[in-house]
Nanobody
């Protein structure tokens, strides 16, 4: 129901925009959205989330000021700039019906019932 895209190979300090599209009948605007990432050997990490409860957002300290989450009716986006090698990971978008704040959502991937397949971001020169 969710399709993430936009990953690829980018040089350090470069930019990428990830997209998360919902399939027909799945109204993304009805859900809180999270972008998570997982690097090899590491746990899945909440990168940025946007809640349906007031539209609040939360962004991990490690990417604050560089990554921006946004959405429209059927697509969510993660704009990434000033990319660093440590940003390399598989990035996943996820959707949740839970009416919780964005910070809590980003801390608990288990709150998200719907996941996209992941898109690989590699930051390397």
């Amino acid at each position: 129901q969710l399709q993430a895209s936009g990953g690829g190979l980018v040089q350090p300090s470069g930019s990428l925009t990830l997209s998360c599209a919902a399939s027909s009948g799945f109204i993304l605007n009805d859900y809180s959205i999270g972008w998570f990432r997982q690097a090899p050997g590491k746990e899945r990490e909440g990168v940025s989330c946007i809640s349906t409860r007031g539209g609040g957002t939360s962004t991990a300290d490690s990417v604050k000021g560089r990554f921006t989450i946004s959405r429209d009716k059927n697509t969510a986006y993660l704009q990434m700039s000033s990319l660093k090698p440590e940003d390399s990971a598989v990035y996943y978008c996820a959707a949740s019906r839970r009416q919780l704040g964005a910070r809590q959502l980003c801390r608990e991937p288990s709150l998200f019932a719907n996941w996209g397949q992941g898109t690989l971001v590699t930051v390397s020169s």
